[in-house]
């Protein structure tokens, strides 16, 4: 089937099938002729999904209701910026800030810019009662985070030489401005955790995920209590709330944990090599979606990357080649737009981490094009068509339409790449390759099973899981079934 024909007929399908969401009942086999002409195909042995973090066991034991969370209070935080206007009065500086800063590879260093500073709460006035405000307010910009706390993981060697991210505490006295970077100096500029701000910044710089909107501190006899959630899993994403003791020196221990729901997610295209996305400090469901997707949106820069060299290299038409050369740059611009609602909604962005391989062999690309584009980027291409129409969040809207229009011409890439890998394949490898299709939609059945947080559905346009299992079940039948024949 032609590009134009096979994107065009996967768009009116699509959307078919999520307009007939409005209406009613029953699965919409919508067919479209000539939609399952070619087939796409994947390995079960490459273990591209499965759970990720390992948060380590634990001996916490479960929440079970004894813990009073109308007890607990929200932390100030004022459009997904910390306020740290009481920390500031606490220790008693005109004011604080806590930045982070990314910072390249080291091999990189000698050439790479300087990524911005970001400044993720704040309190008090910046040289409220400096002699030299100009000079102080010069002094505090040049503050580096660098060399402070890890934020996130140093990734490997992915896109632009990036390192990783460092985080520290500025702030101001007087015309004095310092950083505040190592754990003995946050330890020193807190002193007594002696409130339930203290106790809160400090598992905060101790990379806890502490939420801007949810209740999540207390104060206890012997301390304080904190209510944070983790990462334990990337696909679907599931998290893991625990109860954090914060004791007056500041030290801090999970005396409760209790593993929530799957939270939807874990669509598109996954190169070969993907790791998984270490846990950020995501404040929201909305924040946590987004810097998955975002997450997700630039590993998918490099498996189309991936993709291009390995039909160059077996000697595809131009015209894949091309259009896997486009799909890369729509991936950095999804990555970009994703990225950007992500921080909107309080959340920080890993880079991801690619292993890269040598050329695969035609029947290893069958196998991840099957799985990966046919099946993964395919239902992803619907869940955006879904979103794009069903986003209350006007600005989500617009991204998804415009993720919605690329992840379809991405998902008929992946079955035009089949069908020319079909007909290189033997037999065998073929029915391999069915196999292993069949194993990847069963996944995306399941998948789609599991319950939604409601954020997502209100504000994102992400189906129910009721809507997902319809929508999945209608790709189905008009899809993924369709080459079992053969
Ligand atoms: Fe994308
Ligand atoms: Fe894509």
Redesign the pocket.
């Known amino acids: 089937m032609s590009h134009r024909n096979s994107s065009a007929r996967l768009g009116a399908l699509f959307r078919s099938m999520v307009k007939a969401s409005f209406a009613t009942t029953g699965i919409a086999a919508v067919v479209v002729a000539g939609a399952q002409g070619a087939g796409c195909v994947m390995s079960g042995e490459d273990g591209f999904s499965g759970p990720s973090q390992d948060a380590g066991p634990r001996d916490a034991p479960p929440f079970d209701g004894e813990v009073p969370l109308a007890e607990f209070d929200t932390v100030p935080c004022d459009d997904y910026n910390y306020d740290f206007s009481q920390l500031a009065r606490e220790t008693n500086f005109d004011y604080v800030d806590f930045r982070t800063q990314g910072y390249p590879l080291p091999s990189d260093a000698g050439d790479a810019g300087t990524y911005p500073i970001a400044i993720r709460g704040s309190g008090g006035t910046a040289c409220a009662t400096a002699d030299d405000p100009a000079k102080c307010k010069t002094d505090l910009d040049a503050v580096s985070p660098i060399g402070g706390v890890a934020i996130s993981q140093p990734p490997g060697p992915f896109r632009e030489g990036f390192g990783g991210i460092d985080g520290a505490f500025a702030h101001t006295k007087g015309d004095q401005v310092s950083a505040v970077r190592t754990s003995s100096e946050i330890a020193a500029f807190l002193g007594n955790i002696d409130s339930k701000t203290k106790a809160w910044v400090a598992a905060y710089v101790a990379q806890y995920n502490v939420s801007c909107s949810d209740p999540v501190v207390r104060a206890v006899p012997d301390g304080f209590e904190i209510i944070t959630q983790e990462e334990i899993n990337d696909c679907p994403f599931q998290y893991r709330r625990l109860l954090l003791h914060v004791g007056r020196d500041g030290a801090i221990t999970v005396v409760r944990q209790e593993d929530l729901p799957p939270a939807g997610g874990c669509a ?2 996954r190169p070969h090599g993907l790791e998984p996305m270490a846990p950020g400090g995501e404040d929201d469901a909305l924040g946590r979606y987004f810097a998955h997707t975002a997450y997700l949106e630039a590993a ?1 820069i490099a498996a189309f990357e991936v993709l291009r060299e390995e039909l160059a290299s077996h000697g595809a038409p131009r015209s894949l080649r091309r259009r896997a050369a486009r ?1 890369a740059r ?2 950095v611009r ?1 990555a970009r737009m994703t990225a950007r609602m992500a921080r909107r909604f309080g959340a920080r962005v890993a880079a991801p981490v690619v292993a890269r391989s040598e050329v695969r062999s035609l029947e290893e690309m069958a196998l991840e094009n099957e799985v990966e584009g046919c099946v993964r ?1 395919t239902f ?1 291409a619907l869940l955006a068509t879904h979103q794009a129409e069903h986003a209350k969040d006007p600005g989500i809207a617009a991204v998804m339409r415009i993720i919605a229009q ?2 379809t011409r ?1 998902a008929a890439l992946a079955w035009d790449v089949a069908e020319w890998l079909d007909e290189r394949l033997s037999p065998d490898a073929r029915a391999r390759v069915r196999q292993a299709r069949n194993v990847a939609v069963q996944q995306i059945m399941l998948e789609a099973a599991l319950p939604v947080e409601r954020a997502l559905e209100a504000q994102a346009g992400y189906p129910s899981s009721h809507e997902s299992v319809r929508l999945a079940s209608g790709l189905l039948a008009a899809l993924w079934e369709g080459r079992n024949e053969a």
Do not use: I
């Open positions: 598109g295209r998918s799909a729509d991936e999804h980027e992803a690329d992840e991405h």
